[in-house]
C-alpha cells in the first residue's frame, strides 16, 4: 500500500516529463513564446498535481476519475511536444523522447485505473 504519492510510477514519468519540459522552455525562442511556454508547462503542472489530489481522495473510484484527468494533461502534452517541434523550439529526437515518457506514464496509468476499478476501496 502506497503511502504517498509521489510513490506511483505515473507520477514519476509525469514529474520527468514535467522537470525536462521547464528545462527545455527556461531557454531559446521557446522561454520568449509566453503563451505556449505557460500552456505546456501548466498540463504537466496539472498531471501531476492531479494525480496527487486524486491519490488523497482515499476512495478508488474518486482515484480513478484523477487519474482520467492525468491521462487528458499528458495527452495535451504529447500534443504540445508536436507543436513544439514544428516551431522549431524542440528537436524530433526531444520531441519523440518526451512524448515516450508521457505513454509510458500514460500506459502505467490505465494499468492503475483498471486496477483500480477491479478493487474495493481499503478500510481506513
Same mark, same amino acid.
Given at each position: 500500500?502506497?503511502? %504517498?504519492?509521489?510513490? *506511483? ?7 520527468? &516529463?514535467?522537470?525536462? &519540459? =521547464?528545462?527545455?522552455?527556461? /531557454? ?7 503563451? *505556449?511556454?505557460?500552456? =505546456?508547462?501548466?498540463?504537466?503542472? /496539472? ?6 489530489? #486524486? *491519490? ?5 473510484? $474518486?482515484?480513478? $476519475? ?5 491521462? #487528458?494533461?499528458?495527452?495535451?502534452? =504529447? %500534443?504540445?511536444?508536436? /507543436? ?5 523550439? =524542440? ?9 515516450? $515518457?508521457?505513454?509510458?506514464?500514460? /500506459?502505467?496509468?490505465? #494499468? ?13
Amino acid at each position: 500500500m502506497a503511502r %504517498d504519492h509521489r510513490e *506511483f510510477i505515473v507520477w514519476q514519468l509525469a514529474d520527468e &516529463v514535467r522537470q525536462q &519540459v =521547464i528545462a527545455i522552455t527556461d /531557454s531559446g525562442a521557446v522561454s520568449r513564446d509566453w503563451n *505556449f511556454r505557460k500552456q =505546456i508547462r501548466d498540463a504537466c503542472d /496539472s498531471a501531476c498535481a492531479n494525480f496527487a489530489e #486524486g *491519490f488523497a481522495r482515499y476512495k478508488h473510484k $474518486q482515484f480513478a $476519475q484523477f487519474i482520467r484527468i492525468v491521462r #487528458g494533461s499528458l495527452r495535451e502534452v =504529447i %500534443d504540445q511536444l508536436d /507543436s513544439a517541434r514544428e516551431k522549431r523550439y =524542440i528537436n524530433a529526437e526531444t520531441a519523440r523522447h518526451l512524448q515516450r $515518457q508521457c505513454k509510458r506514464a500514460l /500506459s502505467a496509468a490505465a #494499468g492503475l485505473i483498471r486496477w483500480l476499478e477491479t478493487h474495493p476501496d481499503e478500510p481506513i
